[in-house]
């Protein structure tokens, strides 16, 4: 189990809806050869986003392939009815949106206590002053730079400012609370969102709509250790 608690230098979490999902195996070999160090698995169910990707049964596949913990993103209504097929499935990571659990508390709760690490996800347009009620139940915390449904979308300019909005937000957290951030990342932007407060980069048409994505994950990795600040000299 990684232990978020303890991040310290950017996390690269290539997301496999950019994949080809004939050859899930062989990209996710690709990537983790790359140095990803989570696989991000993007579950959409045609209702809370407009699109509809993979189940419990396709994460169960990717959990007996991959070297890497699985981090599983929840695009999905009602959420809690299907945690625990997730966490079951290989879930070690799994998020959840404001907007589509009612009871977040509740849900995060549950997610713990399955064994898994729990987030919240924040969309464009949900500020960050929604995590102060839920700071004590959180492992991370998922800022979406595109609005959440489909890959390839182009990043959102105010999502850097808002990635210090929630790290101040999180300053009152009993323990570190590292934040991820999926939308339109690429080598591009990659220094400019670990500046502003990123610890987990989620990309993945800069990886998997490229030739070479084993490639595309190094270099994305060292884009963003670039925004990491250069030690003080002894």
Known sequence: MIDLARVTRPLIAPSILSADFSALGRDVAAVERGGADLIHVDVMDGHFVPNI?????VARSLHRVAARPLDVHLMISEPDRYIDAFVQSGAAMVSVHVEAAV????CLERIRTLG???GVVLNPSTPASALADVLDDLDFVLVMSVNPGFAGQR???HSLPKLQRVRDALAAAPVPIPIEIDGGID?????DVVRAGADILVAGQAIFG????EAATASLRAAALAGRPAASPV
């Open 53 to 57: 990707t993979i189940g419990p049964l």
């Open 187 to 191: 080598a591009t932007n990659a220094a």
């Open 210 to 213: 490229t030739a070479d994505p």
């Open 103 to 106: 009871h977040l508390q509740r």
């Open 155 to 157: 990043f959102i300019p």
């Open 116 to 118: 898994a690490k729990a």
